[in-house]
């Protein structure tokens, strides 16, 4: 079963790999059409600025080419909210797999929202083997707001969105690459899928 990275100029690639080698699984980094289209498995991570980062997918239209896809694909951190409609950074209008707003936090505590932090009201399949409150490791200033797609939550300031699932499309607001057992077992879950 083959598994692929999305390449697309933005941080955190290569720790989501090193974290699928240690689950055995050797995932190749691409920004090749041809190469994602035929994968088994997409994995979309990302930290960085939303705007420039939907400029590389456009510049090689991979914008158009993700909507397409309909094998099972896990957007991380940034790969989540560039799958939303819109974010307030940079104003940026991004894929618009999951019609939900990404919004900045109020400045009423420390932002970014940096640390472990629970997983609230899980449901489905990639927490399989996982109890209700499971820690994972977070580092953003943005959040997805809940919606019908949220299939967990957690609360920083408000209750956001930890994860999103709509058809074949999966999404992850913090890093399971960085959050132990717990993040572990959500990518194995993921690559079962």
């Not at 979309?44 to 397409?68: C, N, V, W």
């Not at 409150?133 to 920083?156: D, G, M, N, W």
């Not at 969105?161 to 993921?190: C, T, Y």
């Amino acid at each position: 079963m083959s598994t692929v990275i999305i390449k697309y100029n933005s941080g955190n690639v290569h720790s989501v790999d090193l974290a699928l080698k240690r689950l055995g699984v050797q995932a190749e980094l691409t920004d090749d059409p041809e190469k994602i289209k035929s994968a088994d498995r997409v994995i979309f991570p990302g930290q960085g600025e939303a705007s420039t980062a939907m400029r590389y997918l456009k510049e090689r239209k991979l914008d158009t080419l993700i909507k397409e896809l309909k094998q099972p694909f896990f957007g991380v951190c940034l790969g989540q909210q560039l799958l939303c409609e819109h974010t307030e950074e940079n104003d940026t209008t991004c894929l618009g797999i999951f019609p939900i707003k990404v919004k900045k936090f109020p400045a009423i505590e420390k932002v970014p929202h940096v640390g472990w932090n629970d997983l609230l009201e899980m449901k489905g399949p990639l927490f399989e083997g996982l109890t209700d409150a499971s820690f994972v490791y977070y580092v953003h200033s943005y959040y997805v707001e809940l919606s019908e797609y949220t299939i967990a939550k957690t609360h920083y300031m408000l209750d956001f969105s930890a994860l999103l699932q709509k058809d074949n499309f999966w999404a992850m607001q913090a890093h399971p690459e960085k959050s132990g057992s717990v993040g572990a077992r959500i990518l194995e879950n993921f690559l079962k899928l």
